[in-house]
């Protein structure tokens, strides 16, 4: 079959044809919101009638040498002698056409498990061969995808044996977990529950006309580009619907461009040598930035940025600066310096400086990752915990702006090695300004500046990283007393306009408590319930919030302990020394109860409760008390220097009164 400029649906498009995602493009990315777009448009679909999803870019693979590259040993025998099949680079439309990929699979299960072996009057084996997988008759039995990935992808694994189920190992022998793959089964599932209500509503031949409609009368636009050059400019021209391409990709595809066009002087073996790396460093970079299977994003394109910062000095603003740098500057084709011989202008790039600039991509990539995931990182334990605890309130404590520094520190000391007390003192100044700054009203307008200056002269040694840390330090003492009085300022405000008093400042009461309870960790003579990093370190929305001991809504019982006009509860209620971290899951089953049903659940739970917990009663003496010990704590860890009328300001109790 040849495959022209025409509209077409699925059961046209996979007569004889296998279909493979190019090596330069990034996983499946449809989250549930372009699924559920999806699953309304053929559902809504009216019987007879089409509808057009878009413009399907396909690029035809002749070349035996790129076959090799991209088909397995199991998949060879279909392009063989007596077979008729043609193998096509999916360039635009790879996100649409596997959402209809792992839908028709869904079906297909579906129809099984209802004991139906057909679609109307199709064997669902004749389905299966014609767009999942072949199975070779003879005694090999290979299995031949009909669409996947690349095989050294995880997705290629996931997709074979998760998906479509079939028999086999992983061709490394190892399940490896990536968003990507994440994203394939997140889609399977959401299928298999659309499908189960359809068939509730509508019965099995309700299921049977959507598939009907998925192969029938989904119409694509196909274009089949013939020119090899075209492939990677066509790429870099088009836009996934539903999900645009990330920068990233977009640069990929360009530096993989920038190859073809060296003359001459340049080897074929250069030339692929440097294709080559290309390919392997981005499939590096994915590797990292698809590792998180929790739910702190790792985005693509920040990492571009981060890096960007680090190694061109420019000051980071927009993202369309970015990539103006990028594709209109240094690696602009008309930019691009061909031949070995001759000088170079500034402004021009070269083969080494894409390679050097390939390999220094290639080399950050694992420690952005580790400025989200410290705990995956070969520092020592003390190190982990201390970044651990910039992660939940990253937003209010600007982590983000020291990213591309503390990239550099990790990516100067490889080997990571334990002993290292110049990190770990870089650390501690680290977490102490940002803490500090946090206190603010508004950050100083030359914080990301200092950061990024620091990055870069670290980057190119042009200042050591002791230097640095006293540079912090200092910053940090001359702020340390004008944002306390600015954090008492903004404390006083939420106070008198019934703001919330301590529990409007939830990311700086995490931080503190976090830290408190990393304190008692500790400290001997406290069972230790649980380990901090497991009980605090996912995601802070969904596991951790902050507990009113005396609960906003009190029941008769906290009336009578606390004997006081509204006013005064309002204070006691949203002190410092009145609030609690825990798991969300037991904050919400705690509810408004009395103080010995409270105990019970913090006996069994952090360092933080079971101290709480020692308490016989909770009265506003409590409150104080633990105020007073808290206040003393923050003063301690961040080395503040408070004085007697500030730690007065900050326990807001007077009992007095």
Request: proline share 2%.
């Amino acid at each position: 079959m040849t495959i022209a400029n025409e509209l077409m649906n699925l059961n046209l498009l996979f007569q004889n044809s296998l279909f493979r995602i190019p090596d330069y493009q990034r996983g499946y990315a449809w989250e549930k919101e372009q699924l559920e777009d999806f699953w309304e448009d053929l559902e809504r679909l009216e019987e007879d009638k089409n509808h057009y999803m878009g413009l399907l870019t396909l690029k035809p693979l002749t070349d035996k040498d790129k076959l090799q590259k991209v088909l397995t040993t199991d998949d060879i025998w279909q392009t063989g002698k007596g077979f008729h099949f043609k193998v096509y680079h999916v360039i635009d439309g790879q996100q649409r056409l596997t959402t209809a990929i792992i839908l028709i699979n869904q079906l297909i299960a579906h129809f099984r498990n209802n004991h139906q072996d057909k679609i109307y009057s199709v064997p669902l084996e004749t389905i299966v061969n014609k767009y999942l997988y072949a199975v070779k008759m003879d005694e090999t039995k290979a299995i031949s995808c009909v669409f996947g990935y690349a095989p050294d992808d995880p997705s290629y694994d996931c997709l074979r044996f998760e998906i479509f189920k079939c028999a086999g190992k992983p061709s490394n022998n190892q399940k490896i977990e990536t968003c990507y793959t994440k994203n394939l089964k997140k889609a399977a599932d959401f299928f298999d529950k659309r499908i189960d209500q359809l068939h509730k509503r509508e019965g099995i031949d309700g299921v049977a006309d959507l598939y009907d409609k998925l192969v029938e009368h989904l119409k694509f636009n196909i274009h089949e580009i013939n020119d090899e050059l075209d492939e990677y400019i066509s790429f870099e021209t088009m836009n996934n619907r539903g999900k645009r391409l990330s920068n990233l990709e977009l640069l990929k595809n360009r530096l993989i461009y920038l190859t073809t066009l060296f003359d001459d002087t340049y080897s074929d073996e250069e030339r692929n040598d440097l294709r080559n790396k290309i390919n392997r460093t981005w499939k590096e970079i994915y590797y990292w930035l698809g590792k998180p299977l929790k739910s702190r994003y790792v985005s693509d394109d920040d990492f571009l940025r981060q890096h960007w910062i680090i190694r061109y000095k420019i000051p980071a603003r927009k993202s369309g600066e970015l990539m103006d740098f990028f594709m209109k500057g240094i690696f602009s084709s008309k930019k691009l310096k061909q031949s070995k011989d001759g000088t170079k202008s500034e402004e021009q790039s070269d083969y080494d400086d894409i390679k050097d600039y390939v390999t220094s991509l290639h080399d950050f990539a694992e420690f952005y990752y580790y400025t989200y995931y410290p705990e995956d990182s070969a520092l020592p334990d003390v190190d982990k915990r201390l970044l651990e605890s910039l992660m939940p309130a990253s937003g209010q404590l600007r982590l983000g702006q020291f990213r591309p520094l503390l990239m550099v520190v990790l990516y100067k000391d490889k080997n990571l090695v334990a002993s290292d007390l110049d990190r770990h003192k870089f650390f501690v100044a680290m977490e102490r300004l940002i803490f500090i700054h946090s206190l603010q009203k508004s950050t100083r307008s030359d914080f990301g500046g200092f950061s990024y200056a620091n990055a870069q002269n670290l980057y190119e040694n042009k200042i050591s990283l002791n230097e640095i840390t006293k540079d912090l330090e200092s910053r940090a003492d001359s702020d340390a007393n004008k944002s306390v009085k600015e954090f008492i300022d903004k404390l006083n405000e939420s106070f008198d306009k019934k703001e919330g008093g301590y529990y409007k400042f939830r990311e700086f009461l995490r931080h503190v408590l976090f830290e408190y309870e990393c304190e008692l960790a500790d400290e001997n003579g406290i069972k230790k319930i649980h380990d901090v990093k497991e009980l605090f370190r996912s995601d802070w929305g969904d596991s951790v919030s902050v507990e009113h001991i005396f609960p906003q809504t009190p029941i008769d019982y906290w009336n009578k302990i606390f004997d006081f006009d509204e006013e005064q509860k309002y204070i006691l209620k949203n002190s410092l020394g009145n609030l609690l971290l825990l798991s969300q899951k037991i904050n919400a089953s705690l509810q408004n109860f009395a103080y010995p049903v409270k105990v019970a659940r913090y006996k069994n739970n952090s360092h933080s409760a079971i101290e709480v917990a020692q308490n016989q009663q909770w009265t506003a003496a409590e409150i104080l008390n633990r105020s007073k010990k808290l206040v003393e704590f923050i003063d301690k860890r961040w080395t503040l220097k408070l004085t007697d009328a500030q730690k007065k300001s900050l326990i807001y109790l007077d009992l007095n009164d």
